[in-house]
């Protein structure tokens, strides 16, 4: 059975700093996607991974993969308000049609 | 608006109530997904639709009935539900089997059981 772990789960921080959310997953998959999700809102697609070494960035934020490792981070530069959410992972079994989210980090960036 | 459309919106029904939840896609997609959202716990996939047919009924209680008129609607059919049922429900979309480009989702459908 496919496990995806995030950590951590809960994360507060100060605006202007950096940090990492981690996601590890537990069945070989090369494919492995990040969602934002506000309150009360849908998810947000925010990257997808689909190779070994695949490194995104968008804005603030940046996502790699190492698919040996069996994890993903997202990375967080110079945080802002705007980007309190939650993050979930998710992977996609190659041989399967199901989407495994990981439990979701509860990002609050404080002014 | 994302391309996923579910309605209603919100949805407060009674444990001996039927109701249905509907999504609809326009994006081409082949692929259909039900997943059902908790407070304090991952996301879980409930129903898989591959060109209208299912794949995949994730122990999903009877009480949860699901139907994929055509590759665009997908419905989930609700009766004699439980307080713990109150949820978001969350359709999404895709290509068949993702194909890496990802899944799309609706904007959900907020249940409380009363």
């Known amino acids: 059975e496919l496990k995806v772990e995030q950590n951590p789960l809960f994360l507060s921080m100060q605006e202007g700093k950096n940090y990492t959310i981690y996601c590890n997953y537990s069945t070989t998959s090369d494919r492995l996607y990040w969602y934002r999700q506000d309150p009360g809102k849908s998810l947000e697609s925010l990257f997808v991974l689909l190779s070994n070494g695949a490194v995104k960035q968008e804005g603030r934020l940046m996502a790699s993969l190492d698919t040996k490792a069996r994890l993903s981070t997202l990375h967080i530069t110079a945080a802002v308000h705007d980007l309190s959410a939650t993050y979930f992972c998710?992977?996609?079994?190659?041989?399967?049609?199901?989407?495994?989210f990981g439990e979701g980090t509860q990002l609050t960036v404080n002014p | 608006e994302t391309g996923v459309t579910q309605t209603p919106r919100h949805l407060v029904m009674g444990m001996t109530n039927k109701k249905s939840l509907k999504c609809e896609q326009h994006l081409g997609h082949n692929a259909m997904y039900w997943y059902k959202q908790s407070a304090k716990k991952p996301l879980e996939l409930m129903f898989v639709y591959n060109f209208k047919e299912q794949t995949e009924n994730n122990s999903v209680p009877s009480r949860f009935s699901p139907e994929c008129p055509n590759s665009s609607h997908l419905f989930l059919h609700l009766h004699t539900l439980q307080p713990e049922d109150s949820a978001l429900y969350l359709c999404?979309?895709?290509?068949?089997?993702?194909f890496g480009y990802g899944y799309t989702f609706g904007s959900g459908t907020r249940l409380t059981v009363v």
């Open positions: 998710a992977v996609d079994l190659l041989t399967g049609s199901r989407l495994t």
């Open positions: 999404a979309s895709s290509q068949e089997r993702g």
